[in-house]
Every structure is written in structure tokens, then in C-alpha cells.
């Protein structure tokens, strides 16, 4: 089982990106994806997440209205759209799956991809 994050990078207070998550291993199909991020100093936090049963979603409060979590079963991917950004979101954001098909508690995620930097700033 093998989750890659990608798409980072430096952007301008108020741009865009789009970060995706590559499964190999597994087809994401039946499990939960879930999208964390850490900045330096700063402990790790949920930012969103999304069920494979019905499609729901999770959003950490500050990024509600302005991310968006999908998913792609075709290609195997999870997609994290990123609106509006704000130098707070900088961070490494990780893609974290677990053996459940929904949502679960941050300590049941126990496949983690790499990591993928986001960085906001002018």
C-alpha cells in the first residue's frame, strides 16, 4: 500500500492549487482518504477527508468555503482543490488512508504518503 501526495508549491496570498493523492497497492475505491497538514511548530491537523460508502466529506473549520476534497476512482486519486489561500495554510500536507470506509479518528490513518510542501507567501 502506497499513497503519494503531489502538487504543491509557492503561491501568492489568494491563489490556487491542487493537490493530489496517487494510490498504488489498493484501490482507494473502498477507504477512506484523508488530507492532514503540519507547519513548523505546530502539530499536525486534519484538514479534510472524504468517505468511499457515500461520498461525505470532512473540513477543518478554518479551510470550509475554500478547499475541496474529491475523489477520482477511475484514476485512482483523491484530489484537495485549494481556493483563496492564506499564508496560515502554509504547511507539508500529507494524504493518510486507514482500514475503514469512513472518515475515521486521526490514529486509525496508518498508511501516510510522503508529504508535498505548500507554500503561501508574496
Known amino acids: 500500500v502506497q499513497l503519494q501526495a503531489s502538487g504543491g508549491g509557492l503561491v501568492q496570498p489568494g491563489g490556487s492549487l491542487r493537490l493530489s493523492c496517487a494510490a498504488s497497492g489498493f484501490t482507494l475505491d473502498y477507504y477512506a482518504i484523508g488530507w492532514f497538514r503540519q507547519a513548523p511548530g505546530k502539530e499536525r491537523e486534519e484538514v479534510s477527508c472524504?468517505?468511499?460508502?457515500?461520498?461525505?466529506?470532512f473540513y477543518l473549520d478554518s479551510v470550509k468555503g475554500r478547499f475541496t476534497i474529491t475523489r477520482d476512482n477511475a484514476e485512482n486519486k483523491v484530489y484537495l482543490q485549494m481556493n483563496s489561500l492564506k499564508p496560515e495554510d502554509t504547511a507539508v500536507y500529507y494524504c493518510?488512508?486507514?482500514?475503514?470506509?469512513?472518515?475515521?479518528?486521526?490514529?486509525?490513518?496508518?498508511?501516510w504518503g510522503q508529504g508535498t510542501q505548500v507554500t503561501v507567501s508574496s
Open positions: 472524504i468517505n468511499s460508502s457515500n461520498g461525505g466529506t
Open positions: 493518510a488512508t486507514g482500514d475503514y470506509e469512513d472518515c475515521m479518528p486521526t490514529w486509525q490513518y496508518n498508511y
